[in-house]
């Protein structure tokens, strides 16, 4: 199994870069981590950050901005929302500053109102969790990709780790999918064409 560069503290709030670069190295067999995928995934995040726009939010990566690149590389991304307070929170922002992008979204089915079903779901998924902080949630997220196993088993390539590992518990909104971190149910569904 491959084990990817991680994330560390000087990286920042880079995990959607992170789960990006993985899933590309994931579909384009990437076999080794090497020096040039910090600066790859750095100039990834740089595109991706919702930066001063998104009060709040401004250090994290954009789900509309992760979708947009998943798309030009020729996958239908879908972004199922869940029910978690802070996703919300963090969509009803995203959705007044970009409200005609919203609408389309919407119109195209590339917007779910429900959770990510994931034994519905497709071969890569990338999931939107809630940090923990001494058992509690806290107003912080972090992005995970789910790769389904050769049996359609759900593994989490996790940026603090850099390889896939089973979740901690069956992969539901609420659930552990390790000790700091529980799923919000909201994710960026990676569909293939055809």
Sequence with gaps: MCKYI???????????????AYYEWEISGHAKAEAADRAYISALYNDI???????????????????RRLAKQ???????????PLIRQMFGVLSAAAKQEVAQ????????EAALDVEQAAEYAILVCQM?????????????LMKKSCDREPLILNPWHGEALPPAQPLIPGASV?????????????????
């Design 6 to 20: 991680t994330q560390g503290k000087a990286d920042g709030n880079s995990c959607g870069a992170f789960t990006l």
């Design 49 to 67: 950050v919702f930066g001063c726009a998104m009060p709040g939010f401004e250090s994290y990566s954009n789900p509309m901005l992760m979708m």
């Design 74 to 84: 020729g996958a239908k991304p879908v972004f199922h929302l869940g029910e978690n």
């Design 105 to 112: 979204m919407k119109m195209f089915g590339t917007l779910c």
């Design 132 to 144: 923990l902080e001494n058992g509690a949630p806290v107003n912080k997220l972090h992005y995970v």
């Design 178 to 194: 390790e000790p700091s971190l529980v799923w919000t149910g909201a994710a960026i569904e990676i569909l293939l064409p055809g």
